[in-house]
DNA sequence: GGATGTGAATGCATTCACAGCA
DNA sequence: TGCTGTGAATGCATTCACATCC
């Protein structure tokens, strides 16, 4: 088996990882058998020894002269992402995101199955969403412990997200996924993996904003057409 | 007016801009007038100097012996990431992720207001959904110039996500928010930010994996209470 | 005294360039 | 020849530490 020292991959090696993972699936669709890191790496806009020093701090995956082969590949980066197996997945707030995300197909391909479901609101609970029965969070512990469940998904208001956690992390639950705009504090033993929507707009509007002003800058001399 | 060299700025101080955006927020609300870099550094586990460093690369917006003055720097940070105004986006894709998009009261509240929808879906054309009326593609251009939008929220299944993008890159849009889980390629003046739920879950897994195996190395001794 | 802003020093990630293997 | 894996060199980001100012 693989054997790698997680404190000595760098943080952005494993975010590139999945990306990897990506592109090696749909070169599979197209039946390639063997991928070199320098075509890995033009499909993602990276150079080839990005690619094969990332891959090198997990394992010795390729062939000199020939490349890595792609269904190996796919195998050893699922196993050591930890998606060649299921998680069973809870998801807390059942609003308007907490919807898509169990409508969301994404997931089951993934391997993240979402296996319960809980929401505060006393309207909410006991009704069906889909194939999903709304829980109160009361329930929590013991539906964790009956389903072997690790991760739980926070899809609720920002106000309450940090209670969430903390309940969570009571319950023994080893990665959260966090919705919710706020930085979550959570011991160092609990994973936390974040999409935060008012950052990620604000990037964009950030980036936007430079090129309008770079373009300000060579006052727009129209030479259409 | 501050300026800056945008290129100087390392992308995370731009990431962590938004962060202090909401920490000072919640300073605002609790009537903090002003604050110190330590501690907004702590509230958000990074060092002072790491924020006065951050804040330095946009300009000079403290005052030595007092710290930031909170109202000042909210206005200014905001300005840089551009969010002082309200930006119009369209939203292509009205399946279930687009329905919570449209939804989700965040983005209003961080100065995007969704003005339009789009679906290639001949089925949900002309169906109203809350406020909004699904169009098809054929109007993004006529609806683009007569909104004056600006950026474009991608959310429509992966293997059509490409040729969307290259459709608001044709209408002149200067940024795409894309939720499709691959890599979209475009012209470097437009800008992209991306929300890559397979990514992040694949992040959380492996950040949960190493401490599972961790623990395993010394073995579990249930030395509780 | 209490805080910022910033050059210098450190630490981390990427790229280079090449030895070695199929 | 073609390609990997990897030490060495470079480049980027963070941290240190201190001159400066209210």
Redesign the interface.
Known sequence: MENFR?EAVPNPA??R???Y??QLEAFKRQDQRTISSKQLGES??LTDAQVRKDLAYFGQFGHPGIGYRVDDLIARVKH????DKI?NVLLVGAG??G??LM??K??EN?G?RIVAVFDSDPGKVNTGRGVFVIQPLSELQPTIQKLGI??GIIAVPADSAQAVADQLVATGI????NFA???L?VPS?V????????????????????????QQQVPARDAST
């Open positions: 997680p494993v975010r990882l999945s990306l993972l990506r993602l806009a050591i992402l930890g998606t998680w308007n995101l919807l898509a409508a969301y994404g997931f993934q993240f690790r991760l080893q990665g959260i996924f705009p706020v930085s504090s033993h994973g936390v993996s974040a999409v935060d929507l008012a950052v990620q707009l604000e990037q964009l509007s950030f980036l936007v904003n430079i090129h309008t002003t770079a």
